[in-house]
């Protein structure tokens, strides 16, 4: 194909891989195996070498392979086409997201740095933060989805922590309110504070959008981290975990990623390398099934209000923006107010039949939840009520299912929603 750059998704089935190393198989076999035996001593020792940075790489030498815990080919492979999507430098792939999460967050601080983060976050990246981060001495700054740079610049400033800031940490979209957050103008923010000395690195948990919908890097982000449990895997049937950035960044959290020992199995890595053959299709036939759900929940009379992208406009000016610029499309999550309350809500979470009750999301088959019970529990009560996570919101993470299919099942489970006031009328 002389030059032509190949698009990643024509790229997923073989990029990386020579089927000369195993028979000719045409897909990568699973590599399940601790340790790897070396040619030579002198061979070991180069490996060794390398693996250990006592040198650097000379510029044909491959990075040979040790031991399970360091490297194995199906985290090798998997990582070279993970990178394809965000066009980053270099991946690390890790044993579930919070891995990746915790990982990049003890390399990155140290006693008496200073980490800014979105809130809401993940509940899990937001317990890391809060209950084990602090107990290492580091200072932990919070600002809200909706605030302005000016705003959050002036948040830094009060702590009293600008001089030792050290990481911007944000979620875009934010879960389950869709509320966009400026990657661009958290540059600006990091590059403010920032001191030649002390780069501030901005790191976004680009689960909710990526690897297609979002590309963080080309907003000055450098690091970027997933779930890869959510859309990578996109099954419901394996916890996994990435980081992409440059190859220095990268090559600090691989490092450390060998001494804890969260490295993702050879199992999890060849699960997601089929999983990455139809990463596209299955991405692109959720955003569409969701917007076919968006559509029909707006219109309905039990439904008091949709949290969905795809229905920005002028009327939110500057949510519109962002997203013109940041997005690649309304995504496949959606969340929206049943009118009533709990009881209404759960009356419609009960009565599903094709959508599944279950937390999680970008996955195959389309699931629903109750944030304020369930993923949200843990938020403070009145931050809840300033996100409108209240006990009539459902999220749902749309599937592959035929739209028409998912619909009904929305439309007879809102039957069984009794609303005062409706059936007053
Ligand atoms: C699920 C999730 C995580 C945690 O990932 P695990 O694979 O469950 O460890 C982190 N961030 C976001 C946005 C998530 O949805």
């Not at 040790?66 to 890790?94: G, H, K, M, Q």
Request: proline share 4%; charged share 20%; net charge negative.
């Amino acid at each position: 194909m002389n030059d032509r750059k190949l698009h990643p998704e024509s790229l997923m089935m073989s990029y990386g891989y020579n089927p000369e190393w195993s028979e000719g198989a045409i897909k990568c076999p699973i590599f399940q195996t601790s340790t790897f035996v070396f040619k030579t001593a002198e061979e070991g020792k180069a490996f060794f070498e390398v693996a250990y940075g006592l040198r650097d790489q000379r510029p044909n030498e491959k990075m040979g392979l040790i031991y399970s815990r360091i490297n194995n080919p199906d985290l090798e492979i998997l990582e070279n086409r993970l990178t394809l999507w965000d066009e980053a430098d270099d991946c690390a792939v890790f044993e579930s997201g919070m891995s990746a999460v915790s990982t990049v967050m003890l390399e990155f601080l140290k006693p008496g740095d200073t980490i800014l983060y979105s809130s809401p976050l993940y509940g899990g990246t937001e317990h890391f933060l809060q209950h084990v981060l602090t107990q290492f001495g580091v200072n932990i700054i919070r600002f809200k989805t909706g605030q302005s740079r000016d705003e959050i610049i002036d948040i830094v400033n009060k702590s009293g922590h600008s001089a030792t800031l050290k990481m911007i940490y944000i979620e875009t979209p934010a879960n389950p309110t869709n509320d966009l957050i400026d990657i661009a103008a958290c540059r600006q923010i990091a590059d403010h504070f920032s001191a030649k000395v002390r780069p501030i690195y901005l790191a976004v948990d680009n689960t909710y959008f990526g690897p297609l919908w979002q590309h963080p890097l080309k907003h000055g982000a450098d690091i970027i981290l997933y779930s890869a449990t959510k859309y990578i895997g996109g099954h419901s049937d394996v916890i996994a975990g990435a980081v992409l950035g440059s190859s220095e960044i990268i090559k600090r959290i691989k490092t450390l990623r060998t001494f804890l020992g969260n490295m993702a199995g050879p199992w999890t890595g060849w699960l997601l390398l089929r999983s990455l053959e139809t990463l596209k299709p299955r991405m692109e036939t959720q955003a569409r099934n969701a917007r076919h759900v968006a559509e029909f929940l707006v219109n309905h009379p039990k439904v008091e209000r949709v949290n969905y992208l795809g229905f920005l406009d002028e009327s939110n000016p500057v949510q519109y923006e962002i997203f013109k610029r940041q997005c690649l499309s309304g995504g496949a999550m959606l969340s929206f107010d049943v009118a009533g309350g709990e009881k209404e809500a759960f009356a419609f979470l009960n009565h599903l039949k094709l959508i599944k009750l279950a937390v999680s999301l970008g996955s195959t088959e389309s699931l629903a939840e109750h944030p304020a019970t369930m993923t949200h529990v843990d938020l403070d009560p009145a931050e809840k009520l300033d996100l409108n996570i209240t006990g009539k919101l459902i999220r749902i993470s749309v599937g592959v299912e035929h739209h028409e299919d998912i619909i009904a099942d929305i439309a007879q489970a809102l039957d069984h929603v009794q609303v005062p006031e409706l059936e007053m009328a």
